[in-house]
């Protein structure tokens, strides 16, 4: 696919990876829905500045993907500004950890229905109209999580096997209409998944501080001996947008964390 005007969606665009992946993509000459709940509007304004600094068209768009009417009306504001949607990226995520006989039913539903429903429902929005012209990306944040299972983080990455599940099934689909359907599994990426959640818990149970437990689990997990960043996810998307031959993966970008 050609990247130069193509029209993009990122949910969860606001921060972190789905920043990073807005920018890779306008950088790159796409125009660029930035989706996310109206709360977080401070920083996607800095994600829209940072595309507009990029010399790129952005535009600010609300919704929660728990809400199929929501999703609509996104894929909707895009192709009233610009004629058509091209890429759907599905970021949004949400994360809670804990094990399975002290998790709480209703962070299990909150993660199951942002991670998992909200790919499915925002997929479903925009599919009929890749259908309609014959092509376009959908790609999808797994996580290597989706790849592995680990203690305390049964629902999270419950959500995230089912990401990569749903990403083959819909590549099977969307294949007549030359439209690719993908994953991306991130590794350890320095977001505030990390930052707010996992480290502080690596952490307690270690004796070292947040900061000290990221560093230690790159240290002593990750092959290449770093943590990814957003702009690889960045270049991941760009990559897999791009691929005409290449759909029902899940590329593994986490220094070798994983290689399944």
């Not at 014959?134 to 290597?144: C, F, P, T």
């Not at 996992?198 to 149970?205: K, N, Q, Y």
């Amino acid at each position: 696919m050609e990247l130069k005007n193509a029209v993009a969606i990122v949910t969860g665009g606001a921060r972190g990876i789905g920043r990073g992946i807005a920018c890779a993509l306008a950088e790159e000459g796409a125009r660029v829905a930035v989706a996310d709940l109206p709360a977080t509007d401070a920083d996607r304004q800095e994600t829209i500045a940072e595309i507009e600094r990029l010399g790129g068209d952005a535009l600010a768009v609300d919704v929660d993907v728990r809400d199929f009417a929501q999703a609509q009306a996104m894929v909707e504001a895009a192709r009233a500004k610009w004629g058509r949607v091209d890429i759907l990226v599905n970021n949004a995520g949400v994360i809670a950890i804990g094990p399975v006989v002290a998790f709480a039913e209703e962070d299990w539903d909150r993660v199951m229905d942002v991670n998992l429903k909200g790919t499915f429902l925002c997929s479903k929005a925009v599919g009929p109209h890749l259908m309609q012209q014959r092509s376009g990306r959908i790609i999808n944040l797994s996580s290597i999580a989706g790849k592995k299972g680990r203690g305390g983080s049964s629902c999270y990455s419950a959500t995230k096997f089912g990401i990569i599940g749903f990403t083959q099934a819909l590549a099977h689909e969307m294949a007549p209409f030359d439209v690719t359907v993908n994953a991306i599994c991130p590794g350890e990426v320095n977001t505030y998944m990390w930052r707010e959640v996992l480290s502080p818990a690596i952490g307690a149970m270690a004796g070292v501080s947040a900061d000290e437990a990221f560093e230690g689990f790159i240290k002593t997990q990750v092959p290449m001996g770093r943590p990814q960043t957003v702009e690889d996810m960045g270049q991941a998307a760009v990559f897999l947008c791009r691929a005409d031959n290449i759909t029902g993966i899940a590329l593994n970008v986490n220094g070798g964390t994983e290689m399944a």
